[in-house]
């Protein structure tokens, strides 16, 4: 392996990691021909130190409110998703034109993903300069860091269409279109290759959303972000707080409503995550959203606790 290829490799490790093994490690990758097993072997366990480092690095309040803020979205985003797909295109979202309250749960949780996006864009502000720093120092490990979501999202576009291209079928092989309490159009495939293909989306999405979560925290400790002051966190993790709540409001009340006035079409499997009833998939949406509440709160309180001294340049 090349020398500029072993030293890529080892940026994915966490620093303490490399610290004591980074000369011996790319030595060993040098002395030894590059391989696409050899370099997936060496992700995965790069991705395995950065899971045990993860309560090594120590952060200050800026950079908790950050993380937490950057959870908190990860998690409402992948609710909202889940929402949404267990509702489309089956009868639960025909109910929702019948009822008008049940229309007006489902807008509160629209106006709560745009106020969510919305935040995503604050807080983006703060990943921009981290990013510039990053490629101005030449600091390999952040920007690989930083590249990760990216790299994840990209991954998966590509899978779902090279799936969908490859079994010659109109269905893409999202987790929601698995199996349920309905014949499957003549085009789709067999019901064992759907829930092969459904499974491995639907891995791929948690590995990725994973991956970015601890690629995000490990970038943001390695950070400096003390040219921010405490209202750049307080804005954001407030509107954040308010956008997450939101959403779980209307998904609360979403759920009481439809119970309400459309249970047959609430407990059926025409929808759900993985063949899953629609109440089991819509109780998911919520347990994960309460989570993004609890972490929306919990970077509110750390960018209260920054200090307020004026940013520095």
């Known amino acids: 392996m090349n020398p500029r290829a072993a030293r890529a490799l080892t940026a994915l490790y966490p620093r303490a990691w490399r610290q004591r093994y980074r000369q ?5 990758l040098e002395a030894h021909p590059s ?3 050899g370099i997936a072997n060496v992700a995965a366990w790069a991705i395995h130190e950065r899971f045990r480092s993860l309560g090594d690095i120590p952060m200050d309040a800026r950079q908790n409110s950050l993380t937490f803020t950057t959870f908190a979205g990860l998690a409402a985003f992948a609710a909202g998703v889940n929402f949404y797909w267990t509702v489309d295109d089956t009868p639960l979202a025909l109910a929702m034109h019948g009822h008008g309250a049940l229309l007006a749960s489902w807008r509160l949780v629209q106006a709560g993903a745009l106020a969510l996006a919305a935040a995503a864009m604050l807080s983006s502000r703060m990943f921009v300069p981290m990013a510039r720093e990053a490629f101005a120092t030449r600091r390999r490990g952040v920007i690989l860091l930083l590249a990760i ?3 994840a999202a990209a991954a ?3 899978w779902l269409a090279s799936a969908s291209i490859l079994i010659h079928s109109h269905w893409v092989p999202t987790p929601w279109d698995v199996a349920g309490d309905w014949a ?3 085009n789709w495939p067999p019901l064992a290759a759907r829930w092969i293909l459904g ?3 639907f891995a791929g999405m948690m590995g990725g959303l994973l991956a970015t979560a601890i690629s ?6 390695r950070s400096e972000l003390s040219r921010h002051g405490r209202s750049s966190f307080s804005a954001a993790s407030v509107l954040l707080a308010g956008s997450v709540a939101a959403m779980t409001a209307g998904v609360i009340s979403w759920g009481w409503f439809v119970q309400r006035y459309a249970p047959a079409d609430f407990h059926v499997r025409n929808g759900g995550l993985l063949g899953s009833t629609n109440f089991a998939s819509w109780a998911a949406t919520l347990l994960v959203l ?3 509440v609890a972490m929306a709160i919990q970077s509110f309180r750390s960018a209260l606790s920054v200090r307020t001294e004026e940013p520095r340049a």
């Not at 011996?24 to 060993?28: G, L, N, P, R």
């Not at 995000?216 to 400790?221: F, T």
């Open 156 to 158: 998966l576009l590509v």
């Open 184 to 186: 499957a159009p003549a």
């Open 24 to 28: 011996e490690f790319e030595a060993f």
């Open 199 to 201: 499974s491995i989306s």
């Open 149 to 151: 979501p990216f790299c």
């Open 216 to 221: 995000i925290r490990q970038a943001v400790a």
């Open 35 to 37: 391989s696409l097993e």
């Open 290 to 292: 309460l989570a993004a």
